[in-house]
């Protein structure tokens, strides 16, 4: 079946632009979480979504991001005014629950390069 | 200091050798820890869940010390496509985050 998808794959953006990161979610997975990882390093949690509410946002390194959920499935992520910093691979997960019994299904991410 | 630790390696081992990699973790309310592998350029992947002492699949076994608050994965008769990184990964109860560590890098040579 459809696993979870990214788009775009790559994205390059200059400084100071903004950039907007899709995820579509395993159909019916209640809960929805975004990652970055920088190279070299494990994931780090940035967001996490159950239906379309947003239950965590504590990982958010600045106010420059903001995720939204609106009908509970495809899910943003938006980057204001890109820094080199943001540079990184983010990534998107799903389960159909939110504790750790439930087996979280992750996309190809999307690699962000700010230049 | 991290709150879950790996040595990131890399680990070279000759095929049919068996390797083994430590993790620790600083987060007492880390209840269930997991094993994911994440090979180059593309996403984590489940491996293997530990929710008690331990777990065992086939070549792949894991281990839970919690007095030590270590977890360990161990890869019997490696296999050339067993090389990735291997990434340690802690369930925190009191936040209800996955926490990952840095990740092991191991590379089977033929």
């Known amino acids: 079946g459809a696993g979870v998808s990214q788009s775009p794959r790559y994205k390059v953006a200059k400084r100071g632009q903004d950039v907007a990161l899709r995820c579509d979610p395993i159909s019916g997975h209640v809960s929805l979480f975004w990652y970055q990882q920088a190279l070299g390093q494990g994931p780090e949690f940035l967001t996490y979504f159950q239906n379309e509410a947003q239950l965590d946002k504590s990982g958010l390194p600045s106010d420059r991001f903001f995720a939204e959920r609106p009908e509970g499935s495809v899910s943003t992520l938006k980057i204001q005014r890109t820094q080199q910093e943001d540079s990184a691979v983010y990534l998107c997960?799903?389960?159909?629950?939110?504790?750790?019994?439930?087996?979280?299904?992750f996309g190809p991410g999307t690699r962000l390069t700010v230049t | 200091r991290k709150e879950v630790e790996q040595d990131p390696g890399p680990f070279n081992v000759p095929e049919g050798a068996t390797v083994a990699f430590n993790c620790t973790y600083s987060?007492?309310?880390?209840?269930?820890f997991f094993w994911y592998r994440q090979d180059c350029r593309k996403e984590p992947k489940l491996l293997m869940s530990?929710?008690?002492s331990g777990n065992e699949d086939g070549r792949f076994t894991a281990q839970l010390n919690r007095a030590s608050q270590y977890i360990s994965l161990l890869i019997r008769d490696s296999k050339l496509s067993d090389s990735a990184t291997y990434l340690c990964?802690?369930?925190?109860?009191?936040?209800?985050?996955?926490?990952f560590g840095q990740g092991t890098t191991l590379q089977v040579k033929p």
């Open positions: 987060n007492s309310a880390s209840q269930s």
């Open positions: 530990v929710y008690s």
């Open positions: 990964v802690g369930y925190s109860s009191n936040t209800g985050k996955l926490i």
């Open positions: 997960a799903s389960s159909l629950g939110g504790s750790e019994f439930y087996e979280q299904y």
